[in-house]
């Protein structure tokens, strides 16, 4: 299942056009990424990272019933902005499987929190 669509742009740089070139052609040439070097700021080791991944899985966060109402409203809003905007249903975007989506998003913000229960935070986070 696909809840996130990203839109990628190509910009044309020549210095990072180049430095994307050699990574590929050096990743194709040894069959392997080249060795990280270092630890930048924001740099997780990968040690690290998994072990944080195993944590948040251990989680199973629910939406708590004060918060129905609210994913509700933010969802018709969504559906009447679309229509206001001109939007014939064979073209709207905003569908229940948005909502499902939604719904998805925010427990997966409550899991990196570490968390049972989802806020209002997390929904915001996933809208």
Aim: aromatic share 6%; with cysteine.
């Amino acid at each position: 299942r696909f809840d996130l669509l990203w839109l990628m742009l190509d910009e044309v740089d020549d210095a990072l056009d180049k430095q994307l070139a050699a990574h590929i052609l050096s990743v194709h040439r040894t069959g392997a990424a080249p060795k990280q070097t270092g630890t930048g700021p924001g740099l997780l080791s990968p040690e690290l990272l998994r072990s944080y991944i195993a944590q948040a899985k251990t989680y199973q966060p629910s939406v708590p019933e004060e918060l129905t109402e609210y994913i509700a409203a933010v969802y018709a809003e969504m559906r009447q902005l679309e229509a206001a905007a001109g939007a014939d249903a064979s073209s709207t975007y905003t569908t229940p499987r948005t909502l499902l989506s939604i719904l998805r998003l925010a427990q997966g913000v409550a899991k990196l929190r570490f968390d049972n229960r989802v806020c209002q935070a997390d929904v915001d986070e996933a809208l």
